[in-house]
């Protein structure tokens, strides 16, 4: 009796083993495996999708002109601060004014105006809209899923871009060029001024007032034209390599939801091969008599 018993239960272990491991055979050419795969696809090219729409509308957000003028605006703030950094002579004072005037328009501004902007984006918005009726209609559960703020953040490191790429431009061997051209005529009628200055008092004469007042307007007449010239090129940049240097965030996962149900199947079906390998182990264990007169497929 004990022996039966024991059989007995042997065989109904074999055959919910057998059950269970028919999980990952193929039925009909299709295993669950097969449809798992097909699911996590199918989310994957609709993930697509959403990203497109969602560059799409990013993009008329980046190109409304009210926002490529933040953008000009602090990128400006932050180049004649750079350049104000450096010994600039006579384009000192000018730098200075420029960063006074542009200093209110830091990258606080812009990153409010952008976030609104995607927060109240029809085309934006309905992407996570979306999001969340597809996971429905593949029969995930979204109602305990909330929408995170992070999905929401666009331009998170948008001041960090536009101060280096700022930085690096202010720094470069152009701008080291057009800026020793800007000095060269008010550093020369300086000196000259200086030159006569000092000569004219070690032999013991004294020049006229004129010639200060003559100097000083030349120095500021040959600065301004120096600026004029410089300020043409800053204030003219193209509105698409402004924008071109806000960071996009591209690697951050804007969609959640269906980010989170892709992870989710990835684990299950792995999960789900494990335990089907398992399974197939332990029933080639499981040993059934020869008498017992059963015999499981």
């Given at each position: 009796?004990?022996?039966?018993?024991?059989?007995?239960?042997?065989v109904?272990d074999?055959?919910?083993?057998?059950a269970?491991?028919?999980l990952?055979?193929?039925?009909?050419?299709i295993t669950?495996?097969?449809q798992?795969?097909?699911?996590?696809?199918?989310?994957?090219?609709?993930?697509?999708?959403?990203?497109?729409?969602?560059?799409?509308?990013?993009?008329?957000i980046?190109?409304?002109?009210?926002?490529?003028?933040?953008i000009?605006n602090?990128?400006?703030?932050?180049?004649?601060?750079a350049m104000?950094?450096r010994?600039?002579?006579?384009?000192?004072p000018?730098f200075?004014v420029?960063?006074?005037?542009?200093?209110?328009?830091?990258e606080?501004?812009?990153?409010?105006?952008?976030?609104?902007?995607?927060?109240?984006?029809?085309?934006?918005?309905?992407?996570?809209?979306?999001?969340?009726?597809?996971?429905i209609?593949?029969?995930?559960?979204?109602d305990?899923?909330?929408?995170?703020?992070?999905?929401?953040t666009?331009?998170?490191?948008?001041?960090?871009?536009?101060?280096?790429?700022?930085?690096k431009?202010?720094?470069s061997?152009k701008?080291?060029?057009?800026l020793?051209?800007?000095n060269v005529a008010?550093?020369?009628?300086?000196?000259l001024?200086?030159?006569h200055?000092?000569?004219?008092?070690?032999?013991g004469?004294?020049?006229?007032?004129?010639?200060?007042i003559?100097?000083?307007?030349l120095?500021?007449?040959?600065?301004?034209?120096?600026?004029?010239?410089?300020?043409?090129e800053?204030s003219?940049?193209?509105?698409?390599?402004?924008?071109?240097?806000v960071?996009?965030?591209?690697?951050?996962?804007?969609?959640?939801?269906?980010?989170?149900?892709?992870?989710r199947?990835?684990?299950?079906?792995?999960?789900?091969?494990?335990?089907c390998?398992?399974?197939k182990?332990?029933?080639?264990?499981?040993?059934?008599?020869?008498?017992?007169?059963?015999?499981?497929?």
């Amino acid at each position: 009796e004990d022996k039966t018993t024991e059989s007995t239960e042997a065989v109904h272990d074999k055959e919910k083993l057998n059950a269970f491991a028919r999980l990952s055979d193929s039925n009909n050419g299709i295993t669950l495996y097969t449809q798992i795969d097909e699911q996590i696809k199918k989310l994957r090219d609709y993930k697509t999708k959403l990203e497109e729409t969602y560059n799409s509308g990013l993009n008329d957000i980046l190109n409304d002109k009210n926002v490529v003028e933040e953008i000009k605006n602090s990128y400006i703030y932050h180049f004649c601060n750079a350049m104000n950094s450096r010994i600039t002579f006579a384009m000192a004072p000018f730098f200075a004014v420029i960063k006074l005037l542009y200093g209110f328009k830091k990258e606080e501004y812009l990153n409010k105006r952008l976030n609104e902007g995607i927060s109240n984006d029809y085309k934006i918005q309905k992407c996570y809209s979306d999001e969340k009726e597809v996971l429905i209609e593949e029969g995930f559960k979204t109602d305990s899923l909330n929408k995170t703020e992070k999905a929401l953040t666009i331009i998170s490191q948008s001041k960090i871009d536009i101060s280096e790429s700022a930085v690096k431009e202010a720094k470069s061997f152009k701008w080291d060029f057009k800026l020793t051209l800007a000095n060269v005529a008010p550093v020369l009628f300086f000196s000259l001024m200086l030159y006569h200055s000092v000569s004219d008092w070690i032999t013991g004469n004294w020049l006229p007032t004129n010639f200060f007042i003559h100097g000083f307007v030349l120095i500021i007449l040959s600065a301004i034209i120096g600026f004029s010239i410089i300020w043409s090129e800053i204030s003219n940049m193209k509105a698409e390599t402004l924008t071109s240097l806000v960071n996009r965030n591209d690697k951050q996962e804007h969609f959640y939801l269906i980010n989170t149900a892709i992870t989710r199947l990835t684990e299950i079906k792995k999960s789900l091969e494990d335990l089907c390998n398992y399974a197939k182990e332990l029933r080639n264990k499981t040993v059934i008599p020869e008498n017992f007169g059963l015999e499981v497929k």
